[in-house]
């Protein structure tokens, strides 16, 4: 079981900063996944960015690319989601989520295996 909790989100001007947290605990391993994902109303759940637990091999969505950037914390066994540059169409649910299985990886909601609750970002223009 992994638990996961997110926390960061609110309303920010189209061109500010956001900082989404994502609390990881229970058993997940280095080689294991952390993405972020994020669904818009009346959208599909869409890949955001992605890390290996250990804090390696970080992977950006390119829609994202060149604003947003995953991160861990080590001290803080914590994997961060840095929105720069928001813009209005980054509104939406964000969610954490872990994929602990093996096999082949597909940057997608359906490879993982454990969902945060969701944090919103509302970005206005």
């Known amino acids: 079981q992994v638990q996961l909790v997110e926390s960061g989100g609110g309303l920010v001007q189209a061109g500010g900063s956001l900082r989404l947290s994502c609390a990881a605990s229970?058993?997940?391993?280095?080689?294991?996944?952390i993405g972020w994902f994020r669904q818009a109303p009346g959208k599909e759940r869409e890949f955001v960015a992605d890390?290996?637990?250990?804090?390696?091999?970080?992977s950006h969505a390119d829609s994202v690319k060149g604003r947003f950037a995953i991160y861990k914390d080590i001290a803080e066994n914590t994997v961060h989601l840095q929105m720069d540059s928001l813009k209005p169409e980054d509104t939406a649910d964000y969610y954490c989520?872990?994929?602990?299985?093996?096999?082949?990886?597909?940057?997608?909601?359906?490879?993982?295996?454990?969902w945060g609750q969701g944090t919103q970002v509302t970005v206005s223009s």
């Open positions: 989520a872990a994929r602990v299985r093996v096999g082949d990886y597909i940057a997608s909601a359906g490879a993982y295996d454990y």
């Open positions: 229970g058993r997940i391993f280095s080689g294991n996944y």
């Open positions: 890390i290996r637990w250990s804090g390696a091999r970080p």
